[in-house]
């Protein structure tokens, strides 16, 4: 699935791409597009939980964060970071800079791990955020409609009484 996920990424960059001969300089573009991607994903989720935070932007970004960690694990990486490399000739990431500055050795195998249990974690710590903030913003939200508008809310099986007391308490 890895291979055919990058082959189809780098026909579809040299589509696109289709004025710019030199495979190299798609490979620099696509990685300075990357870069620009990543960094804004990063700002988003620190603006969506400091200046604006709005239940709906911390939603998307959760969901597009989730989407990223399933390619990061079900092809071991990020495709675009195998494309560029491809196209580039070269072996370098934006995770190079961080093992180097924790004296770790770059090779595929720590870039690739870390990669994944950084998106992992970054994932898992939004989905928490995620849950907390449904459950203390929404929960009190549905209870207090349901208290409002007990006719609205009726059994689903016949017969069998509804508790509006355990709403309230």
């Not at 996920?5 to 490979?27: Q, T």
Request: charged share 15%; aromatic share 8%.
């Amino acid at each position: 699935m890895e291979h055919q996920a990058v082959e189809w990424l780098e026909w579809a960059v040299h589509r696109i791409l289709f004025w710019e001969e030199d495979d190299a300089r798609k490979g620099r573009i696509v990685r300075a597009i990357h870069h620009l991607c990543s960094n804004a994903l990063l700002t988003l989720i620190v603006v969506s939980h400091t200046i604006y935070p709005a239940f709906w932007l911390q939603t998307i970004l959760l969901a597009f964060c989730t989407i990223v960690w399933i390619q990061h694990v079900v092809t071991h990486g990020c495709i675009i970071s195998k494309v560029e490399q491809r196209l580039i000739g070269d072996t370098k990431s934006f995770i190079d800079p961080y093992l180097e500055l924790f004296r770790v050795e770059a090779t595929p195998e720590s870039k690739s791990g870390l990669l994944t249990m950084g998106s992992t974690i970054g994932v898992a710590v939004l989905s928490l955020e995620w849950i907390g903030r449904v459950h203390h913003k929404m929960l009190p939200l549905i209870k207090t409609l349901a208290l409002k508008a007990p006719s609205l809310v009726t059994s689903s099986v016949p017969g069998i009484p509804l508790q509006l007391s355990s709403l309230s308490g």
